[in-house]
């Protein structure tokens, strides 16, 4: 399966993973400044488990089109959370929930491989997406479930401004090295180039290397081989969404 049927077939399969991601991203950050003492999430209806709060309609369908987005952020109240640990605490808090879902969905892929009669012959695994049975289509749903809650989490991990990686190294490290962050701060619109540069121009190149989603197969493979089937790291062959814009 090929061009636009393939597009929309991974978008369908992506999309279940995607919101329970964003939701639960973003519910983390609201639970975590709620117990730290901060109303503000509470009081703005972001402490739940209704999508509608979290997920961004324009975010989420930039990340299904061009393959980055976001999700709507949790405000906190600096009168409440007023520490860098506590402030490194609530972002740190919507990474580490992806990476703990992306491990939920490894145990469970690898449940389903462990009692599928049909996954035993593991040449299904590598069907198109939408083909095949329903342990097929419940593995590729799996799979990519497992895949986004990886890439939101390495995103995500990124000391990058208006990302939970810088916001957590500046609560960690803010008073140690102020000079490093205010830099950063100054100059985000250069900082967001070289990222761009990295993700988008680089691969375009003969033998460019996207040191992002490279990251991500690592961390893929990691997890695969520790939770799924430690006789293979090759998730990152199989069919998901992100692969279909590496293939552009």
Do not use: C
């Not at 409440?80 to 490194?88: D, M, N």
């Not at 289509?137 to 497992?146: S, T």
């Not at 990124?158 to 957590?168: E, M």
């Amino acid at each position: 399966m090929t061009g636009p049927q393939a597009y929309i077939t991974a978008v369908v399969y992506a999309l279940p993973g995607l919101i329970i991601g964003f939701t639960l991203h973003e519910l983390a950050h609201a639970a975590t400044a709620v117990r730290l003492g901060d109303p503000t999430p509470r009081r703005l209806g972001r402490l739940t488990l209704d999508p509608r709060e979290h997920v961004d309609p324009v975010g989420l369908g930039l990340l299904l089109t061009v393959g980055f987005g976001w999700a709507k952020p949790v405000v906190f109240s600096p009168a409440y959370i007023r520490t860098g640990l506590q402030q490194a605490a609530v972002a740190a808090a919507g990474p580490l929930t992806n990476l703990l879902l992306a491990v939920v969905f490894a145990v469970a892929l690898h449940a389903e491989l462990a009692t599928s009669s049909t996954l035993l012959d593991r040449a299904v695994l590598n069907m198109s997406l939408g083909q095949g049975g329903p342990d097929v289509i419940l593995f590729n749903l799996l799979v990519e479930a497992f895949f986004v809650n990886v890439v939101l989490f390495v995103f995500n991990s990124l000391p990058v401004p208006g990302l939970d990686g810088y916001a957590t190294a500046r609560g960690l490290l803010g008073r140690q090295l102020p000079d490093v962050f205010r830099w950063m701060e100054a100059n985000r619109q250069l900082i967001y180039l070289g990222l761009i540069l990295l993700i988008f121009v680089l691969p375009q190149f003969q033998g460019g290397v996207n040191p992002l989603y490279s990251t991500i197969l690592h961390v893929n493979d990691f997890l695969y081989h520790h939770f799924v089937d430690s006789s293979s790291t090759v998730v990152g062959s199989l069919p998901n969404i992100f692969n279909l814009f590496q293939q552009q």
